[in-house]
């Protein structure tokens, strides 16, 4: 039996990963008086007033118990309506999670054993590789500095006989680059070629500003699809997330979540079904602007790739380390995130664009002083 050496009672598995380095800067925040806070990726935006209105209207009409754990045929039956039409697999199952993480979460323990080997793309959002090491699996790291590009010549010389799945997000966080769709198409045949599940993450699949988003589900049928509605409609604390893809995977994650998470919270399934007919093009169009603007304030002195997606900008420190550049950040009252958190190397640094003009020109002024002084 495996004993933690240090802690005996804490379970060994907790020693494979630290506490998340962006909730680390969260806490920070709160102890802080009036940061310049570019650190965390959550939208800026309030919550549409029809959903606001219709989540208080399902409180107030006492839809407030469990939900069925596989999500309420409100929520469900409209998703499936949606992925139905998109895709016309006849296999293609959905329900709905408790946020994009507890989806995450769920799929690693229906599909990864111990020893099972992931690729993942460097850099990575932070949760990855920490679920892998959760379920016991091998996390396997794809390089793709200095542009963030896939390269899916790559991807096949790294499958194994142990390779179970390939974890794709496009548009990408830490650096808001968008795959090209010959990409994903590749990445789809390879995994269907080689009978490895192709995860897409897709929260970020309505902030492309540049090109259209392509998903892998188009090109193959076995692709399991994470996604929600926490970025696009502003209700991250609301825990709201759906998962599609093969019924075997999807029957055996409802099974997973009647153990774990039990259900999403039922008053904001009923908000999400309403959420699915809200037109947020504004405020996507109102992030390009703001892509724009980190871009053109920074690109003169920092070397970085112009983000197609997302609400995040990554950088390359001009000298030294991401960490201590930080650092340094941080005395001058400015919260980002140090690459290291989602990536092997410490070159780096993460800005969420997700916040106001006034709080963004801020940034910019104290990250061109910076590099100016530092």
Not at 33 to 43: A, F
Not at 199 to 227: K, M
Not at 245 to 256: F, Q, V
């Amino acid at each position: 039996m495996s004993r933690n050496p240090i802690h005996p009672w804490i379970a060994a598995r907790t020693a494979a990963f630290d506490s998340s380095g962006i909730r680390k800067v969260f806490d920070l925040a709160a102890r802080m008086t009036d940061p310049i806070n570019l650190s965390i990726g959550q939208p800026d935006f309030e919550v549409p007033e029809p959903v606001r209105r219709a989540c208080v209207d399902a409180i107030e009409r006492g839809r407030n118990g469990y939900a069925l754990t596989q999500g309420m045929p409100v929520l469900r039956d409209k998703l499936q309506a949606q992925i139905d039409a998109e895709y016309g697999h006849g296999d293609r199952k959905v329900f709905v999670t408790s946020g994009t993480s507890g989806g995450l979460v769920l799929a690693m323990l229906a599909l990864v054993d111990p020893g099972d080997e992931v690729i993942v793309f460097d850099p990575y959002f932070v949760m990855y590789e920490a679920l892998v090491g959760l379920v016991g699996g091998t996390t396997v790291l794809i390089d793709t500095y200095p542009d963030f590009r896939i390269d899916v010549e790559r991807v096949a010389a790294a499958l194994t006989p142990r390779t179970k799945l390939i974890l794709l997000n496009s548009p990408a966080n830490p650096t808001g680059v968008v795959a090209e769709a010959a990409v994903v198409e590749g990445l789809a045949q390879l995994a269907a070629e080689r009978g490895v599940v192709l995860l897409s993450d897709e929260i970020y699949r309505q902030f492309c500003y540049d090109q259209s988003f392509t998903s892998p589900a188009r090109f193959n049928p076995q692709t399991l699809v994470i996604d929600g509605f926490s970025k696009s409609h502003a209700i991250t604390g609301w825990r709201l997330g759906f998962a599609h893809g093969p019924a075997e995977i999807i029957d055996t994650m409802i099974k997973l979540q009647q153990y774990t998470f039990v259900c999403a919270p039922q008053p904001a399934q009923w908000a999400g079904a309403v959420a699915m007919d809200v037109d947020v093009s504004r405020q996507i169009e109102a992030y390009r602007g703001k892509r724009d603007r980190v871009v053109e304030g920074l690109s003169d002195l920092y070397e970085l790739v112009v983000p197609g997606g997302a609400f995040y900008v990554f950088p390359q420190v001009p000298r030294g380390s991401g960490t201590a550049w930080v650092q340094a950040a941080i005395a001058r009252n400015l919260l980002v995130i140090p690459g290291s958190v989602f990536s092997r190397r410490d070159t780096h640094f993460r800005i969420s664009y997700a916040a106001a003009d006034t709080t963004i020109d801020r940034g910019i002024e104290v990250l061109r002083q910076l590099a100016r002084d530092v």
